[in-house]
């Protein structure tokens, strides 16, 4: 097998995303192969005790330690989100939760932004806790409570770069000036960036996370994640929690994903270039208490999105004035756009928070985080955005 070469210089993403670690078999095929192997044969006896005293870099020996298909996914996601390496995960959550448990122990104290993903939430609030981890919450737009929370004993901070569902944004450099002023780690979950508008590594983030399932894969089919950071903290920390704990992605989903890859960029440019189209036609109308597009210059951190971003993102929320039933009439009246609580997909997907992704959280959480019962989220897809746009309006023209 012909191997990938780490030391060769960086292009641009669009071609990293193309052709970056890319491995190729000896029968020289086109498009990267699908290993769907769990383990790997050795010639002799002294080959196999050799690969356990210490793998190279394309030695394996299970696919729970590694495999070809998802080291290609892996060095060609690292090579285009300028990382040093990455570990591909099982899902989004496996990410998240390796990216944390491999660096905390009993004792150490972590900060993290309050509007989180649920399952994130659950992590810091009920599992990290049960270990004897501190976690303290800040608002995350508000960096004075940052400054406040980080402690010398800082191991860690968390926060999703964009946050669910009400995309308010996280300023990574100024946080990761704080945290490493403390000479704390900053993670950060950057689904709602994507890897095609972000520059999260370069602003100063040591790990970034990826749920894969959402714009990677981009056609709804598989799970899967990334963790991104330098080499040895990914080599030395997080491959050995995740390869004995068993979070590794399938050598399938990993083939998904480094193929999704592939495209990822014009379609997160087509489908931001949607958002923005859709949130600017809806704006204003009178059925609307807002709509929420960090593309429009109405978001309060519009010049924070161009400036760490360059561009809105492929979500947009729109708070209904008629609370719930107006948002459930206007989900059922939708002909184009489907009700789920994905995201990232080619097909435009709206879904009520308060009822389903954020049912779980108290009312009073929920109106603290701006989720209110008039709140709906989309996440643009790759139809023609005139179609939506005009199902948007025909939705809202009874409201
Ligand atoms: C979806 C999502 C996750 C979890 O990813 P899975 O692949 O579903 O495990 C984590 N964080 C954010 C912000 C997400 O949108």
């Not at 998240?96 to 972590?110: E, K, P, T, Y």
């Not at 964009?162 to 002023?181: K, T």
């Not at 985080?369 to 009874?398: K, M, N, T, W, Y």
């Amino acid at each position: 097998m012909s191997k990938h070469d780490a030391t060769a210089p960086r292009l641009d993403k669009r071609t990293e995303a193309v052709h970056g670690g890319t491995r190729r078999s000896k029968y020289g095929e086109v498009s990267e192969a699908l290993f769907l192997t769990q383990g790997f044969v050795y010639d002799t006896a002294e080959a196999a005790e050799a690969r356990f005293i210490g793998a190279g870099p394309d030695e394996f020996i299970y696919a729970r330690y590694g495999n070809p298909t998802v080291a290609m996914f892996e060095d060609r996601i690292a090579r285009l989100e300028g990382a040093g390496d990455a570990f591909a995960t099982a899902s989004g959550m496996a990410a998240v939760n390796g990216a944390l448990v491999s660096m905390l122990r009993a004792g150490d104290h972590v900060v993290s932004a309050r509007a989180l993903f649920g399952s994130c939430l659950y992590i810091l609030e009920e599992v990290l806790t049960r270990y004897g981890v501190e976690v303290t919450f800040v608002d995350g737009a508000d960096l004075g409570q940052w400054r406040e929370a980080i402690r010398p004993d800082t191991k860690a901070v968390f926060f999703e770069s964009m946050s669910n569902p009400v995309l308010e944004l996280v300023d990574i450099e100024a946080v990761a000036r704080l945290a490493h002023a403390q000479g704390a780690l900053v993670v950060v979950d950057n689904v709602f960036s994507t890897p095609v508008w972000s520059r999260a590594i370069e602003q100063g983030a040591d790990l970034v996370v990826y749920s894969a399932t959402k714009h990677i894969d981009g056609q709804g089919r598989c799970l899967g994640g990334v963790i991104l950071g330098t080499r040895d903290h990914i080599r030395g920390v997080v491959e050995p929690y995740m390869k004995h704990t068993g979070g590794s992605i399938s050598p399938f989903n990993a083939w998904v994903m480094l193929k999704g890859l592939e495209t990822l960029d014009l379609r997160v440019r087509a489908q931001t270039t949607c958002a923005k189209a859709i949130a600017e036609a809806l704006e204003g109308h009178s059925a609307l208490a807002r709509v929420i597009h960090p593309g429009l210059p109405s978001h309060p951190q519009h010049d924070l999105a161009m400036r760490q971003l360059g561009a809105g993102g492929t979500m947009l929320a729109l708070d209904l004035k008629g609370g719930k039933e107006a948002a459930f009439a206007f989900l059922n009246s939708l002909q184009i756009a489907v009700i789920s609580n994905n995201l990232g997909d080619a097909k435009t997907i709206v879904t009520h928070p308060a009822t389903t992704t954020h049912q779980r959280l108290e009312p009073e959480v929920r109106a603290a985080l701006g989720i209110g019962d008039g709140v709906v989220r989309i996440s643009a897809g790759l139809e023609a955005p005139d179609d939506l746009i005009a199902d948007f309006l025909q939705a809202l023209e009874p409201l």
